[in-house]
């Protein structure tokens, strides 16, 4: 069975890091993409980040600040956040694509399985 299991978040101050983690199940990471979204309150889900064959892309709204790698014998992903922003607040969920060309990366429909979430606030 598929899984992805989101894990790490949860209340950091602006200026601070977080290391969110997603857990793949089921499924070799070499096989796939990975993608990070984030859905803030009132708002629509967005890209974050995506890993596939070494090639890595950030939104330009967490470039420089968030860094994504991967962990093949742990099967696991991770998304290093650092200087937070209170715009970061939000549910980050980790998605998994079979393919999909990397321009389109932020495009959800292109991935069939969706970890459960994890909150990220950022508060002082």
């Known amino acids: 069975e598929v899984q992805l299991q989101a894990s790490g978040g949860g209340l950091v101050r602006p200026g601070g890091s977080l290391r969110l983690s997603c857990a793949a199940s089921g499924f070799a990471l070499d096989d796939y993409g990975i993608g990070w979204f984030r859905q803030a309150p009132g708002k629509e889900r967005e890209g974050v980040s995506f890993?596939?064959?070494?090639?890595?892309f950030y939104a330009n709204s967490v470039k420089d600040r968030f860094t994504i790698s991967r962990d093949n014998a742990k099967n696991t992903v991770y998304l290093q956040m650092n200087n937070l922003k209170p715009e970061d607040t939000a549910v980050y969920f980790c998605a998994r694509a079979p393919r999909l060309p990397f321009s389109l990366w932020q495009s959800q429909p292109y991935y069939t399985y969706w970890g459960q979430g994890t909150l990220v606030t950022v508060s002082s």
């Open positions: 890993i596939n064959v070494g090639r890595k």
